[in-house]
């Protein structure tokens, strides 16, 4: 009896296996493809000169003005009075790229094409409570301007910021290093890394003490 146990437990052991390590189709997989094939490239000097940047936020994003700590929406931002949030967002991005790309003179002409896919900032009730984090992410492909080509594919930028909170904000704030101040300055260092091929040549804001 204690051998026919025994032969069962271990039966049953092998179907637990082979479920856990099974890696069928799933209805994931269609999207994961895409997620690989967007890595960044590795690291090594560009010889880039800004040409022009192209900024997109297609229609289907969603905004919301909503006070509470977490919108569902895939735009928040209070950085700005009340008013276009697609509009403004774009001039942020407008100002990180071409500040970005400042001082660079590569023999290379490119256009930066920009869509975004996602920016959720903190609202005034999470940032003078709890905190949290600035949500960016946004595709980026690198052409060049004199034939069109593109120099890189395009991939998905995970850009997130931490976000101040409570006392922090306010003390931020004082200092004059506003929700855009601190985005921008983060973008900005992001551009300049992409579009030089050096991580670490621009600057990031201060991250908040622990």
């Not at 010889?47 to 003005?65: C, G, I, K």
Request: aromatic share 6%.
């Amino acid at each position: 009896m204690k051998k026919i146990k025994l032969a069962v437990l271990l039966g049953l052991g092998m179907v637990v296996s082979a479920c856990s390590t099974f890696e069928g189709p799933t209805r994931n997989a269609p999207m994961l493809a895409p997620q690989l094939a967007t890595a960044a490239p590795e690291s090594e000097p560009r010889d880039y000169r800004l040409q022009a940047v192209r900024f997109a936020a297609p229609a289907d994003l969603t905004v919301s003005e909503a006070n509470s700590f977490y919108p569902v929406a895939d735009i928040v931002w209070r950085g700005d009075p009340m008013g276009d949030r697609k509009m403004q967002i774009s001039e942020i991005f407008q100002t990180a790229i071409r500040q970005g790309a400042e001082g660079l003179d590569g023999a290379t002409p490119v256009i930066v094409d920009v869509t975004l896919a996602r920016f959720h900032s903190l609202t005034e009730r999470t940032r003078y409570s709890v905190g949290g984090v600035h949500s960016i992410k946004f595709d980026l492909t690198i052409r060049d301007a004199e034939t069109g080509a593109v120099l890189e594919p395009t991939r998905r930028v995970n850009a997130d910021l931490p976000g101040l909170g409570g006392q922090a904000a306010i003390m931020a704030e004082q200092r004059g290093e506003t929700q855009k101040v601190r985005i921008l300055a983060h973008l900005t260092a992001l551009f300049r890394d992409n579009l030089t091929g050096l991580p670490g040549q621009g600057t990031t804001p201060d991250q908040p003490a622990s």
